[in-house]
């Protein structure tokens, strides 16, 4: 069993940054991938970053460039650095690790606002 718990929102002005984690229980060295979503009020959850358990990352265009994902695997946690937030930033995040089954985390609100 995999418990994930996101930490690191909260309120943000545009252009300024915020770093979330995710700690995972137990070792993510049998995780192939480590995710992070996010769902805006009254949308659809989308799909922000992966990285895998090989080195590879990848991105939503929308957040290319400006956020970047990483994994500690001695620390057992997952990491999203976001930088020059927007607006349509604003969500909820949610952490989300795939082996052989999926687990998610409860999620961290992120809210970039002046």
């Known amino acids: 069993q995999v418990q994930l718990v996101e930490s690191g929102g909260g309120l943000v002005q545009p252009g300024g940054s915020l770093r979330l984690s995710c700690a995972v229980s137990?070792?993510?060295?049998?995780?192939?991938?480590l995710r992070w979503y996010r769902q805006a009020p009254g949308k659809q959850r989308e799909w922000v970053a992966v990285?895998?358990?090989?080195?590879?990352?990848n991105y939503a265009d929308s957040v290319k460039g400006r956020f970047t994902i990483s994994r500690d695997n001695s620390k057992n946690s997952v990491y999203l650095q976001m930088n020059s937030l927007k607006p349509e930033d604003t969500a909820v995040y949610y952490c989300?690790?795939?082996?052989?089954?999926?687990?998610w985390g409860q999620g961290t609100q992120v809210t970039v606002s002046s």
């Open positions: 137990g070792s993510i060295s049998s995780i192939n991938l």
């Open positions: 990285s895998t358990s090989g080195g590879s990352t």
């Open positions: 989300n690790a795939v082996g052989r089954v999926s687990y």
